[in-house]
């Protein structure tokens, strides 16, 4: 069993920086991921890290200005966001898994609450 928490969602100016956290609390070899939802449309994959933190991988919308990270000795796993863009404006969510395959899907295990992140133009 894992439950995740993200925290770190606010409303910002385009071009600005934030970085959203998710807490993690259970044992297991999970892989991590973040997604998010914008209103009206679907869960959208952006980021996963493997559980030790060696492996990461990025949807080609958000790589370049998104990196996921982890800290396994927090239990924390971050994602860092810049040059923000109206468009990011979503609901972000983390989730774990088991499988590096399941993750970058919405059939992950676990999945937090969500955070709202709105980008102002």
């Known amino acids: 069993q894992v439950q995740l928490a993200e925290s770190g969602g606010r409303l910002v100016q385009a071009g600005d920086s934030l970085r959203l956290s998710c807490a993690a609390s259970g044992h297991g070899r999970y892989y991590v991921g973040w997604f998010r939802q914008a209103p009206g449309k679907g869960r959208e994959y952006l980021a996963a890290?493997?559980?030790?933190?060696?492996?990461?991988g990025y949807a080609e919308s958000v790589k370049g200005r998104f990196t996921i990270t982890r800290d396994n000795t927090k239990n924390t796993i971050d994602l860092q966001m810049n040059s923000l863009k109206p468009e990011d404006t979503a609901v972000y969510y983390c989730?774990?898994?088991?499988?590096?395959?399941?993750?970058?899907?919405?059939?992950?295990?676990?999945w937090g609450q969500g955070t709202q992140v709105t980008v102002s133009s």
């Open positions: 989730t774990a898994d088991l499988s590096r395959l399941v993750v970058v899907t919405t059939r992950s295990q676990y």
């Open positions: 890290i493997s559980w030790n933190g060696d492996r990461t």
